[in-house]
Nanobody, 122 residues
Framework: QVQLVESGGGLVQPGESLRLSCTAS????????MGWYRQAPGKQRELVAS????????NYADSVKGRFTISRDNAKNTVYLQMNALKPEDTAVYYC???????????????WGQGTQVTVSS
């Protein structure tokens, strides 16, 4: 079994920052792409940012470019999302996502975290 556990969400005022973390644990052989998605009330889940295994390629939603930075620490099986200059429209549940090859199956499967709430409000 594999688990993704997010942390770092909370309530902040516009213009402030938050750093989300997501750590994978379990029978992990390797982790390929990792990413963050978000879902606001009444809206579809959308990709916020993604990062390749080596960290050399990143991808961002247009709405967060220049404000959010995704990074990862492969030694810790952890992906981070640094969120700066937060806006009320960033309010959503943020989900971690990872393509993981397990020791038992040796095939890549997509795993999700349970989500962490980010609320930006004055």
């Amino acid at each position: 079994q594999v688990q993704l556990v997010e942390s770092g969400g909370g309530l902040v005022q516009p213009g402030e920052s938050l750093r989300l973390s997501c750590t994978a644990s379990g029978s992990i052989f390797s982790i390929n792409n990792m990413g963050w998605y978000r879902q606001a009330p009444g809206k579809q889940r959308e990709l916020v940012a993604s990062i390749t295994r080596g960290g050399d390629n990143t991808n961002y939603a247009d709405s967060v470019k220049g404000r959010f930075t995704i990074s990862r620490d492969n030694a810790k099986n952890t992906v981070y999302l640094q969120m700066n200059a937060l806006k009320p429209e960033d309010t959503a549940v943020y989900y971690c996502n990872a393509n993981i090859v397990t020791i038992t199956t040796r095939t890549s499967m997509r795993y999700w975290g349970q989500g962490t709430q980010v609320t930006v409000s004055s």
